[in-house]
C-alpha cells in the first residue's frame, strides 16, 4: 500500500509530499494522521532544519475527501467538528508550531482544507498554474483549518469574505499579487526553487528562524508595549547563541556565516 505522505530526507531538511494523487490528494483520517506524525518527526529531529510541503501530481490538495466521514447517513449528520478539531486543526497546529520554517510547493490546486494548509505554511510559492480555491460554501460549509483566520490577515477583510462566499478560485499570479503568497513561478522551476529555498533556510541560523516565527504569531494579538517587550526578550537569547557569534565574525571577516543551529 502506498504512504499516504512521502518523507523524503535531504540531509539538514525533509521534503513531505501528500501522495494520493488519483484523488488529487484530497485528505483522509489516515492521510492527515500520517501528515502529523510526519510533521511531529521533522519537529522532534535536532538535525532537521527546514521542511518543504508539496504534492504528487497535477494537483497539492483538493481538501477533504468527501468520504464515509463526511457524508450524512441513516443515523445523522456527521460529526464533522471531531474531523476538524481532531484532524484539520491538529494540522494546523503543528505547521505552525515548528520550531524550523516550513516552505509550502504548491503545484496545482489547493482547495478547501488544502488551501488553508497551504496558508499556514511560512513561505509559500505556487506554480503559474496553480489556483486556490475556498471552497467550503460549495457544500454548505464553513472556512476551517485556519482559513479564517490566515485570510483576513493576508489580503483584507473584503478579499477574505468574498472568495470565502463566492468560492471564486484565485490563479497563483493574482495570491501573489494580494500577497496571499510570496511568489508564483514557472511550472518547470517550482520545485527546483522551493528544494533550493529550503536548503537555504536549513543552512541558517535555525534559533532566529524560530523566533521569528514566535514573533509574527504573537503580534496577530498583542499590542505595541507586547510586541516591543517580546522582541526585546527573543533578541537577547538571539543575542547568547551561537550562531549570532559565527554571523557577526562572518561580517567582520567579509565571508558567509557557516550558523550551525546551535544555540550555545
Known amino acids: 500500500m502506498t504512504d499516504p505522505i512521502r518523507v523524503e530526507p535531504r540531509g539538514a531538511w525533509r ?16 492521510m492527515l494522521t500520517a501528515l502529523m506524525d510526519a510533521l511531529d518527526a521533522a519537529g522532534a529531529d535536532p538535525t532537521c532544519r ?9 494537483g497539492f490538495c483538493a481538501g477533504q475527501e468527501l468520504g464515509p466521514a463526511v457524508m450524512p447517513g441513516p443515523d445523522g449528520p456527521p460529526d464533522i467538528e471531531r474531523l476538524a478539531a481532531s ?31 497551504a496558508l ?39 478579499r477574505a469574505r468574498a472568495l470565502a462566499l463566492t468560492t471564486e478560485p484565485v490563479p497563483a499570479a493574482q495570491a501573489e499579487a ?18 533550493a529555498l529550503t536548503a537555504r533556510l536549513a543552512a541558517g541560523p535555525t534559533g ?38 559565527e554571523g557577526v565574525r562572518a561580517f567582520l571577516e567579509k565571508r558567509p556565516a557557516a550558523f550551525t543551529g546551535r544555540e550555545g
Not at 527546514?50 to 497535477?58: D, I, K, M, P, S
Not at 484532524?87 to 488553508?116: D, F, I, K, M, T
Not at 494580494?178 to 528544494?195: F, K, P, Q, S, T
Open 15 to 30: 521534503k513531505l509530499v501528500l501522495n494520493r494523487p488519483d484523488k488529487l490528494n484530497a485528505v483522509n483520517e489516515a
Open 208 to 245: 532566529a528562524y524560530a523566533r521569528i516565527k514566535q514573533e509574527f504569531a504573537a503580534s496577530a494579538t498583542n499590542d505595541l508595549p507586547a510586541q516591543l517587550a517580546l522582541e526585546a526578550r527573543l533578541q537577547g537569547e538571539a543575542g547568547r547563541s551561537a550562531d549570532f557569534a
Open 120 to 158: 499556514a505554511c511560512d513561505i509559500v510559492l505556487a506554480a503559474r498554474s496553480a489556483s486556490f480555491v475556498i471552497a467550503f460554501a460549495r457544500i454548505g460549509l464553513v472556512p476551517d483549518s485556519g482559513a479564517s483566520f490566515f485570510l483576513p490577515r493576508l489580503i483584507g477583510e473584503a
Open 178 to 195: 494580494w500577497g496571499m503568497i510570496w511568489r508564483a513561478v514557472d511550472d518547470a522551476a517550482l520545485l527546483e526553487e522551493a528544494e
Open 50 to 58: 527546514a521542511v518543504l510541503l508539496t504534492g504528487e501530481g497535477r
Open 87 to 117: 484532524y484539520h486543526h491538529q494540522v494546523v497546529r503543528r505547521l505552525r508550531a515548528l520550531p524550523v520554517p516550513v516552505v509550502c510547493a504548491v503545484n496545482g490546486v489547493a482547495a478547501g482544507a488544502g488551501a488553508s494548509f
